[in-house]
């Protein structure tokens, strides 16, 4: 049962530093790194991003959905997550991977596999851990709503907005497979063409808003991101 005194990010960045010095040593030769993240508008669950050093790139982009995207989502969004992320043990495991040799998004994990945190700890403050794996190349190219994909995608084609629709768009398929995985941890029951319809749902609905507000900030005589906007 999780702790009345939720696990904070100092605490977990503390446990991770105060490891054995040759565990520590082997994790950063071999390219092992761990970076922190969380929803703004909640106490739990904390994110603790495990990647290669190589990614650390992504794994910006990856913090930057979970603290950024996630609350210019409409409330619609969020409140579809409610529950889910309320549910949701309070320390999350992320695998940020370039690929899956099954080709997949994303998997669940049943059993937590990241040497930190494999084990039970008294820092964990009686938090459950849960584990998932995102292979982001493959989210990359994933063509999550194809027909409304390539709509927007001509709306800011040859414009100076096209690179930052291109990140957001990224940003809010990486927050989307997040949730889809949590989902599954939570309620790992659940079919999966419902848990999908749920996911799918956030990216459309998420993904349109962004369009709608970077309409609404920009003259369309001005920048040509919007010049066949119709």
């Keep these: ?20 010095r040759r565990i ?6 071999g390219g092992r790194r761990y970076s922190l993240s969380r929803f703004p508008d909640r106490a739990h669950p904390l994110v603790i991003v495990a990647h290669r ?10 913090t930057l959905a979970i603290e950024q995207d996630w609350a210019t989502a409409p409330d619609g969004c969020r409140e579809a997550y409610d529950e889910i992320l309320f549910r949701a043990p309070g320390l999350i495991v992320l695998q940020l991977r370039r ?5 997949c998004l994303g998997h ?6 990241e040497a930190p945190f494999a084990e039970p700890h008294e820092i ?9 794996d995102i292979a982001w190349e493959r989210v990359s190219t994933w063509p999550a709503l194809p027909l409304s994909d390539a709509a927007l995608d001509a709306k800011f084609f ?7 629709f291109h990140q957001e768009q990224f940003r809010l398929r990486l927050l989307s497979v997040f949730l889809h995985e949590t989902h599954h941890l939570v309620a790992p029951e659940e079919p999966e063409e419902l848990v999908r319809e749920r996911s799918l749902g956030f990216y459309r ?5 962004y369009v709608e507000e970077a309409c609404a900030s920009l003259s369309l005589t001005l920048d040509r991101s919007f010049s066949r906007l119709g």
Aim: aromatic share 6%.
């Design 158 to 164: 040859e414009g100076s907005r096209l690179e930052e």
């Design 99 to 103: 690929k899956n040799l099954c080709g």
């Design 108 to 113: 669940r994990h049943a059993i937590v596999r």
């Design 205 to 209: 609905e998420a993904l349109a808003h």
């Design 53 to 62: 050093a190589r990614d650390a790139a992504r794994v910006r982009q990856m």
């Design 1 to 20: 049962m999780t702790s009345d005194h939720p696990l904070s990010p100092a605490a977990l960045e503390s446990y991770l530093r105060a490891r054995p």
């Design 24 to 29: 520590r040593w082997r994790e950063w030769l």
């Design 124 to 132: 964990f403050r009686g938090a459950g851990v849960g584990e998932m």
